[in-house]
């Protein structure tokens, strides 16, 4: 379905007038065209922040949440939808860098850190209080806080499990998925996603040959990019289904809730599971996904839901419906993000390991002033302040468009 | 919700190098704000329409829907939702008036006089044939030919019949809500909508006041602007029942199909039915609206959905379930708009006034070259060539942003 991607990502930077020169840095990113757009809705979104104190806006973080969600003019334009919730993550991102910056600590760990009431405090619950309240989340947090101290040293031990999707995207020849396959089983990898979904017959093909070379034992598991209406969806994946792979992700559009739990129910008897969440647009999609049984993994988005604040609503939701959430990595900078997350949602939500696992994409990390450390197929807690959202300074000078070098040579080869 | 709107629109100019100097005009509007952020994304989109041949693009519409619609990075800013949806409106809008025009026929006789097979060529069923396919819509038009004719003389003599919104917006006084609602009961009006959901007892009294003045047999619908959740919705609704209205628009989010089931069901003792679509931000979402029997009637909107091409799809959709449709007007030109589009589905698709109204907003026609007519509370057909969308020159001159001498005068106030 994005069959030209050209990474891009609008960038935000929030400065503070304090001595210590503290910065807060906010991403999402695009496939190209329509970075643009993003940067021109976070310039709307801008009056919101600027000059406005981190201590007020933290301090009512659901307050804060609902101005730029509910702007009485910019809601048209979503609501928390499309670019203007895109831009809204951006922000919001750079917020929480910025506030765990000025606390000393990683994400995951202010979070865990937190307790449950301040928690909460940071989610709207707008449109969510039929399946989750303020005071059923906070119960589900202080039940969580058994053992926690054994997960984050479990965690920084040993690190969150992850997936390689580095491996088998379309249009890989076969000489290139098996080198790349092999390389991947050498540096310990078990888990494996292949994208289908353009040709059947080149499915079965790769998929044969991927799943001959990782054996019977080791996890594979299948995406879709949306390509499929709900018939042909269980058409298809019912043809795959000899390969044994653990779910099929994004089987089809990511507005139909109810298209997704058509499929589950189809599947399900083949033991396969759909897995979706990386184009679901809010919570309340999400909401409506886990009643209406539509997932079996749940894969959220540090870019596209409005920031921690939406996410953290999102892993409560799973959590109660017993969903395991497999987050959505890759991107520009986004398995640098969603590491916090999941991590914390180990540490102080889910408690449980079972069927999870976080997407991992080689690439792009070294734009990254903190990249992310991968240990053994999983990622490393990260152990610098803030969001590890920070650029180096000179990939962004670089890359800023339309001045950064790598651009202005661009445009003078194309003539423009 | 929205509670400073100061109306704005993109509007999209098609010119072309044919003799006639023929153009079409496109609109979305939005509530001030984020019309800056939707230009930006029209010009993003404009690629897929500069030098192209108008033959070319309604010769294969749907393939030319689907270019603008699954652009391979655009896409990842929707797909199909928020920002760049409303400009894709904006762009094919231009496109179906530009057409119109080339063919010398107000758009509803365009469509009217299409037959069954071409009209469904400007469709893209993607993502809903599990509910409605291309053989099951030729069917549908084809059954609708019976009765045409006289449907459309029908429609030529006394019009489509409209509703009011004009008299009961939340914040009018006591005083101006009777004096409006007087005046229009004088007009001819006989259904009328309020705006509820702030405060329930203010609501109490203004229903109380508005049923008392049009008596028991008139017709009375509510807003509620997406104010509650779920459980809200039910208990509030519960209370105003005695005042019988006939349906409760956006009584929660958009995106809540599940919400929009749970309250329908719950209302449905008491006569109330759900309205909603003017934020259904695609014919996914209008699909399983319909899949879960969450509303009884549909509010169609020319300026979210994907133009005609993907209203063709809701309006089918709608007939298949037996549900009314009942356009969203109002905003920039949305009236001059829907008429088109409900006065089509009277005449070839659902052959029925049961049930079903026409939204209308007495405001900024005088900006538009072939303002709306109303007559006896009812739209009259449109006779000029297009599709009403053309604004006047001067008007478009005054209020361009930023050089127009509205904004200028109040930029200059502003200190800009």
């Not at 779910?247 to 083949?270: F, N, V």
């Amino acid at each position: 379905m994005h069959t030209d991607p050209d990474y891009s990502a609008a960038y935000v930077v929030l400065e503070t007038d304090v001595e210590d020169g503290l910065k807060g840095y906010g991403i999402t990113f695009t496939l190209g065209r329509g970075t643009e757009v993003v940067v021109c809705a976070v310039n709307a979104l801008a009056p919101h922040v600027l000059n406005k104190d981190l201590g007020d806006i933290v301090g009512d973080f659901r307050g804060f949440y609902r101005q730029l969600t509910s702007d009485g003019q910019l809601r048209w334009i979503g609501p928390e939808k499309g670019v203007v919730h895109l831009a809204t993550a951006a922000v919001l991102n750079a917020v929480w860098d910025l506030w765990a910056k000025q606390e000393g600590k990683p994400l995951w760990k202010l979070l865990v850190d937190m307790d449950p009431q301040t928690l909460v405090s940071c989610i709207d619950f707008r449109y969510i209080t039929d399946v989750l309240t303020e005071e059923e989340a906070c119960e589900i947090l202080r039940q969580s806080q058994v053992g926690k101290k054994e997960r984050e040293e479990q965690m920084l031990a040993h690190g969150y499990p992850a997936y390689t999707t580095s491996c088998a995207w379309l249009g890989y020849p076969d000489a290139t998925l098996k080198q790349l396959c092999s390389e991947a089983l050498k540096d310990g990898w078990t888990r494996f996603k292949v994208k289908v979904g353009a040709d059947l017959q080149d499915d079965i093909r790769r998929c044969r040959l991927i799943r001959n070379m990782i054996g019977p034992e080791k996890t594979l598991m299948m995406d879709a990019n949306q390509r499929w209406d709900v018939p042909e969806a269980v058409e298809w994946m019912t043809k795959l289904a000899e390969f044994k792979p653990l779910w099929i992700e994004e089987p089809t559009s990511p507005d139909d809730i109810l298209g997704h739990a058509a499929i589950s129910k189809a599947l399900a008897p083949l033991g396969i599971g759909v897995a979706t969440g990386e184009q679901c647009h809010n919570r309340v999609i999400f909401k409506q996904l886990l009643q209406a049984k539509a997932l079996k993994f749940l894969q959220i988005d540090s870019c596209r839901l409005g920031s921690v604040n939406e996410n953290l609503s999102v892993l409560l939701m799973a959590k109660k419906f017993d969903i395991p959430v497999c987050p959505h990595a890759g991107g520009v900078g986004l398995c640098e993000l969603v590491q916090h997350l999941i991590i914390f949602d180990f540490i102080s939500v889910s408690a449980s390991l079972q069927d999870r696992m976080c997407e991992y994409v080689d690439h792009l990390h070294e734009h990254f002033k903190y990249p992310v450390l991968i240990r053994e197929a999983s990622y490393m807690p990260p152990k610098d302040a803030g969001y590890s959202t920070e650029m180096k300074e000179d990939s962004v000078k670089r890359h800023r468009y339309p001045d950064g070098e790598v651009w202005k040579k661009l445009l003078t080869a194309q003539g423009n």
